[in-house]
């Protein structure tokens, strides 16, 4: 039935139902018989997408937004049953104008009569992180299939720290395809927006009337884009806008660095500490070092991000007064104590997904997620995360960031700077020395020596410092168990901890029982357990790149194995691949004399990224990586004791098995093709 609009109704503070703006444009769509079948997914067909900015009104910003579904299947009907809508009070709120279901040509309105559910969602709360986001939900009582759910609200508002400077991205394609993808932009004729666009997107259009600039943007059954998974999470893979009316990284500089002053005296307990290291340290970099351990140290991380939160840092007093604080607070903290002591301070705006990415976008205020420092020691910069569990290293020795690019908040600076690419260095380290008994029933020792170094070395000492060695050796025996049930602990232990040189070696061992597994006659089989390179590279789907593959981490990984055996072996093997200078592996197996076997593997990535015309080659890599541990074969008499003559070989996988189908079919082949033509 067709229903009649109410006047405004308040949901909750920041939320209520009322009309629609005028200035927008309720252009209809088509709603078709039939649905695109190239369109549908998860049970319904997307008609349409349509996002409206005003910059023209009273208000900082108004952001109209309207969907439209039509409903194919139960699936979509239960999806697309739930409209929400979140926004922050203390500078947004939130108009919701329809919530329709059209079905017959009727449309059915619930919006101005249904019950809505005001909640605060912290989805980060577990990740210390309060952003204080109020999310206003319905759920529709009867969606079919048939249907179309229409649903429209516009947000308006942003943070006074932007002052009221605008900038977004807004895509205008996705892995599944929108019939109708529609996107406006109002803005005074005097205000200079600039844009830039990503991926082929669509061409705009223009109108100017009343000193009223109108720009549009439009796509029709524009078919979804194919998502390549592993790209580095800078690179954009869909057709994008970016708008910004921020002139140049100078104006971002200019606004954000007076918020990280601060009016009055450092607080007393501050002016001790700052004491305390001009005594202890004499030097600049073990100041610099020094000041980062109390700053990581004597304040806890938690963030608060509601309003201003965001983007302001809170005073130093507030911050010595709650012992808490973020990125931003930190930073400030660490900025303000290395005035006092001399050391060249300022804190640094990153991204830490897209910061690659920055230099190729337009200046803004809003592309930034966290706050780190900006150190200078004789001449050599440094890049420091006040954030991070406390680094004891000498400062040349702890792991910096490597973000890709940051904006220093300092006087005078006018663009971005480059930070350095992460070095490729030896990270880790893993002995195993392994000894099988006279029988199956004799249980296996089984130990593993881990020697990490640097971001290694510092992860693995923020575990022992989160949850105790307690429960990190608890976590590692559950990981054991779970292939061997029956494994019992012998050590476990921190050996060293080489502050000095940021090198830190854990040793754990175990007596496993229920080692070997049982096979037909009377061979039984051991394999050994590969902890330290094994899921290093994720599975990449089969086919053509387009885009590079992302490595994360580089560093060179290094594993050995010793293996003792009571029977004699022989044989081995060598294998391994490489692309370029990026990435490199190399899997070796040797039998030093007959009881004894080492295998020997290392992994080498030498970059970030790797071209997408190497992807085969990782590919090879992360299959080999999947089977590279050594399987013993066995052979028991009646006393449940090894006979002579063992049997050792590389693990299989299930591509080594696809592979010697593939040979026998294709021998299979030619050996016919040579009978036929005889």
Known sequence: MDQDTPDIRELAPGARVAPVPPWVDLAPYAIPQTPNPHFISHGSCALLDDSQIDLCGSDDRAWFY????????TAGAERCAQFSVSFDPEFEHVDIHNVTVIRGGSRIEHAHRAQFEVMRRESNLERLHVDGRVTVHLTLPDVRPGDVV????????MRKSQGGRHSVFVSLEWPVGII?????QRSPSGRVIAERGYNNPPQGTQTEADGIVDRRWRTMEREGFKYEPLAPPWMIQSAALQLSEWRDWAEAVNVFAPLYEDEGPLP????????????????VAGRAAEILRFAQNAVRYHAISIGEGGYTPRSLQEVCETRYGDCKDKSKLYMHMARRLGVDACPALVNTRNGYALNDWLPSGTVFDH???????????????PTRQIQMSALDKMTQCHFGWA?????GVTTIEKMPDPPVELISETLEQVTLGEGPETPVYYEWEHKFRGARAEGAREQFAREGSVGVFKAYADDIRRMWPEARVVKQELVSDDLERNTLVIREAYEIPDAWMKGENNVVKFATRDIALRGTLAPLDPGDRKLPVYLGQPGRRVRRVDVKTVTEHQGGWMRGHRAGEVLSWSDQMRVVSPNYLVIEQTLVIGSMVLAPGEAETYRNIERDLGSNDLVISETVNKKNKFLKGGKSQRETSAWD?????????LAIYWIGRILAGG
């Not at 309207?66 to 299947?73: E, K």
């Open 371 to 385: 706050c780190i420092v900006r150190v200078t020691v004789d001449g050599k910069v440094y890049w420091l995360d």
């Open 657 to 665: 098995v696809i592979r010697w189908v593939f040979l026998v079919l």
């Open 180 to 184: 109708d993808v529609r996107f406006r």
């Open 268 to 283: 007393a307990e501050i002016e001790q500490e700052i004491a305390r290291i001009a005594a202890s340290e004499t030097s």
């Open 66 to 73: 309207r969907r439209a579904d039509l409903i194919t299947a």
């Open 150 to 157: 229409e649903t429209a609200f516009t947000t308006f508002g």
């Open 407 to 411: 904006l220093p908040l300092r006087a």
